[in-house]
Antibody, heavy 122, light 108 residues
Framework: QVQLQESGPGLVKPSQTLSLTCTVS??????????WSWIRQHPGKGLEWIGY???????YYNPSLESLVTISVDTSKNQFSLKLSSVTVADTAVYYC??????????????WGQGTTVTVSS | QSVLTQPPSVSGTPGQRVTISCSGS????????VTWYQQLPGTAPKLLIY???QRPSGVPDRFSGSKSGTSASLAISGLRSEDEAHYYC?????????FGTGTKVTVL
């Protein structure tokens, strides 16, 4: 079965760029059946959707984060990535990658990574 | 700030039936399907319900979803100790995937 695994630095300094990668195993990221998402959860808070990417490279972002976020895909490595620029302490959160079957909005996020904690601090 | 409102907490005794409400508007629940997620302490969310009322393979039929107008509900029947978790509803709103505020279910 498909598994997702996030990786990246656990500590990022304010004003720098947060970079995370999600590695997909047990299935192909190039499938036209799925979208690949990033979600975050602030400490003790609820879930916030960041955006998603399709294997073709098409992206859609949360408007509140759009100017700071870039999601990209590397089909040769079966990975997709998140970059969040100009981070502040408010970006401290657990970051999850997840898969959603097309069409988005109906099938939900059915496979999640275990999450990775990112702390923004000097 | 989420546009989908859930009660902060719900509790019940083992074997009881509890329901969690999710209140939205015509731009989200009223016009799009609802999904529900369960998040056990220290773990990633798990998909419980999609398409308003469909259960993924492996989800017990104790969990059921429903929707009426701009509100949705998740019911847990035969409450068990392992159901103690946070539960989130979600829907699309103007091309934005939004999650509910979350509900903590406590098994007394």
């Amino acid at each position: 079965q498909v598994q997702l695994q996030e990786s990246g630095p656990g500590l990022v300094k304010p004003s720098q760029t947060l970079s995370l990668t999600c590695t997909v195993s047990g299935g192909s990221i190039s499938s036209a059946d799925y979208y690949w998402s990033w979600i975050r959860q602030h400490p003790g808070k609820g879930l916030e959707w960041i955006g998603y990417i399709f294997y073709s490279g098409s992206t859609y972002y949360n408007p509140s984060l759009e100017s700071l976020v870039t999601i990209s895909v590397d089909t040769s490595k079966n990975q997709f990535s998140l970059k969040l620029s100009s981070v502040t302490v408010a970006d401290t959160a657990v970051y999850y990658c997840a898969r959603e079957r097309a069409p988005v909005g109906y099938y939900g996020l059915d496979v999640w990574g275990q999450g990775t904690t990112v702390t923004v601090s000097s | 700030q989420s546009v989908l409102t859930q009660p902060p907490s719900v509790s019940g005794t083992p074997g009881q039936r509890v329901t969690i409400s999710c209140s939205g508007s015509s731009s989200n629940i009223g016009g799009n399907t609802v999904t529900w997620y369960q998040q056990l302490p220290g773990t990633a969310p798990k998909l419980l319900i999609y398409g308003d009322n469909q259960r993924p393979s492996g989800v017990p039929d104790r969990f059921s979803g429903s929707k009426s107008g701009t509100s949705a509900s998740l019911a847990i029947s035969g409450l068990r100790s392992e159901d103690e978790a946070h539960y989130y509803c979600a829907s699309w709103d103007d091309s934005l995937n939004v999650f509910g505020t979350g509900t903590k279910v406590t098994v007394l």
